[in-house]
């Protein structure tokens, strides 16, 4: 099956500074990603949906400014959590779109991201 | 908009019985996918089966089936012969076949607990 990898896995950052998380569709073209926020033992939310070579689609209540998406090629979009604070620490999942027969999405492996 | 409703937050089951999840939507489309998720400790989202809401055969995969009752609105998953391995969150998706590249909608999760 498609693969779909998150760099990094874990990240610990201080409160202020910025956070890059890295979405890769290893083995076929994604023109369209998505980025999920999920707090333990809750489902997943979507934050937002990620289009090669244009402006990313941002679900209501989330703020475009504090989460920066760019999906600047086919196999990679990026989530910038700016002027991170400790209610941003959550696990961040990402999924890619494989447009064939099934059309099906792929889930990268998570970020677990801790703002101290 | 589409809702997905898991009436179930936990359940338990025994090594080897077998156990059903539930599933309810809401949607005023006549075609769209409906999914089961496993989200395992590890919180890697991994595809358990899939149906598609124009063919009436219930889709199977292994020990697991669905129960599609679309005038019902309904989408169960059976889990036969229980595994340990099987303990895991399940979420209950669907997807609208209208857009291209459309989102998940995802219920709230069902944590399904194996006892040895």
């Known amino acids: 099956g498609a693969v779909v990898s998150q760099h990094p896995s874990r990240v610990i950052c201080k409160s202020g500074t910025s956070v890059k998380i890295e979405c890769r569709s290893l083995?076929?073209?994604?023109?369209?990603m998505f980025w999920y926020r999920q707090f333990p033992k809750k489902s997943l939310m979507l934050m937002a949906t990620s289009n090669e070579g244009s402006k990313a689609t941002y679900e209501q209540g989330v703020e475009k400014d504090k989460f920066l998406i760019n999906h600047a090629s086919l196999t990679l979009s990026t989530l910038t959590v700016t002027s991170a604070h400790p209610e941003d620490s959550s696990f961040y999942i990402c999924?890619?779109?494989?447009?064939?027969?099934?059309?099906?999405?792929?889930f990268g492996p998570g970020t677990r991201l801790t703002v101290l | 908009a589409q809702t997905v409703t898991q009436s179930q937050p936990e359940m338990s089951v025994q090594e080897a019985e077998t156990v059903t999840l539930s599933c309810t939507y809401d949607?005023?489309?006549?075609?769209?996918?409906l999914f089961w998720y496993k989200q395992p400790p590890s919180r890697q989202m991994i595809l358990v089966i899939r149906q598609e809401a124009y063919k009436q055969q219930n889709a199977t995969e292994n020990r697991f089936s669905v129960n599609f009752q679309k005038a019902a609105k309904s989408f169960s998953l059976k889990i036969s012969d229980s595994q340990l391995g099987d303990a895991a969150m399940y979420f209950c998706a669907y997807r609208s076949k209208e857009t291209s590249g459309s989102r998940l909608t995802f219920g709230e999760g069902t944590q399904l607990t194996v006892n040895p």
């Open positions: 949607t005023s489309e006549s075609d769209y996918y």
């Open positions: 083995d076929f073209q994604a023109t369209t």
């Open positions: 999924s890619a779109y494989r447009v064939n027969r099934l059309n099906e999405q792929f």
